[in-house]
């Protein structure tokens, strides 16, 4: 028995790349068998275990119970020997095109001697992040570096800027209600239908950074990704909707917003003229409501939350910064959603209930009860059971 296996975690639903890691049946070094249990991972519509797919050593184990991981992370390798040594990416810079096909071909300085996984390589590849002063004393996950975020600088040279580029952001003079959408999947295109709605914006382009070949979506030119932000800016463009819906991965529209605000975008809320707000509710920047939601007497929304389609907030909710509520979902009087929480189609909350940041609650779930942070709560079921 030699050489070694990659365990990596699988995609359990397409919209859902993010899983739990509900239980963990192993130790670092720990010999196994194969289909010996490795983990129980969970997301809001499945439960599922990972197992050895050979005899081995269960060496690099990235992560522990509790921690959230995406599709594609490497949870762990399955050596044929106790020593065998994961590899190691050693080069002060390099050309990630010439590695493998996962990778977008732009260049990153990273530490001497850091490890990092595949997916999270990638990540800092699509983010522009400069990786130069990450710890090379853990494995680098895609997790670990979202929340390391805040610390990282972007890094984008000038000549992949110009390489990048779909359209050239017209030289004129822009009014004051010009707009920039980020983002051009479903949900930017909902946004869109959502600012034409209002016909107050003028939206100028479109940035998104993974978008390979379209130059226009629903009539609309594409600037680019986050590298043509600066040069909006100094074309007197203002304004900027965060159209990155976050369902997947949440944590990616966090970063959105933390890119606009420090480029100096202001991101005004969207209201669409079918939904209803009472007077007393409190509606911070960055918020999007859409058609044919209700919202409550003296609700307080904070920054950046989604209230979709026909969904109802009662009185008395908040909804602290980056809350999704999906389309039919309904919260009872002085329900308390935590920062980063999402809350699934037809979901219904009871009244004065906490739910804990960071926690995914699965379609037609009803929360009866108080719901600890960066829970999993799965489709169908009742909480607490």
Known sequence: MEGSTTITIPLLNPNEREVSIA???VSEGQKVTKRDPICTIETTKSV?????????????????QGDFANAGDILCYLAGSPTWKPPVIDNESISV???????????LKISNGLRITK?????????NLNLENLPTSEMITKERLISMIDRIETAMPQDKERKMRKNQIPRKEYNTN????????????AVIELIRALNIYEIAGILDDGIENETEIMGIPVFGGQEVLPEAFDRGIR???????GIGDIKIRSIVFSNLLEKGFECPSIIHPKAFVE?????NSGVQIFPHAYIGSEVKINFGAIINTGAIISHDCVLDDHVNISPGAILAGMVHVEKG???GMGVTVNLGVNIGEGTRIGNGATIKGEVPPKSIIRAGTVWPE
């Open 178 to 189: 010009a707009l920039i959408v980020y983002g051009g999947g479903g949900h930017g295109k």
């Open 119 to 127: 997916p999270a390589l990638k990540f800092a590849q699509e983010h």
């Open 239 to 245: 304004l900027a909707v965060n159209a990155v819906g």
């Open 23 to 25: 239980a963990l049946h």
């Open 279 to 283: 007077p007393s509710a409190e509606i």
């Open 48 to 64: 599922a275990d990972i197992e050895a797919e050979r005899d081995g050593y269960i060496l690099n184990l990235s992560f522990k």
């Open 341 to 343: 929480v999402l809350i």
């Open 97 to 107: 095109s010439n590695t493998t096909q996962l990778y977008t071909g732009k260049e």
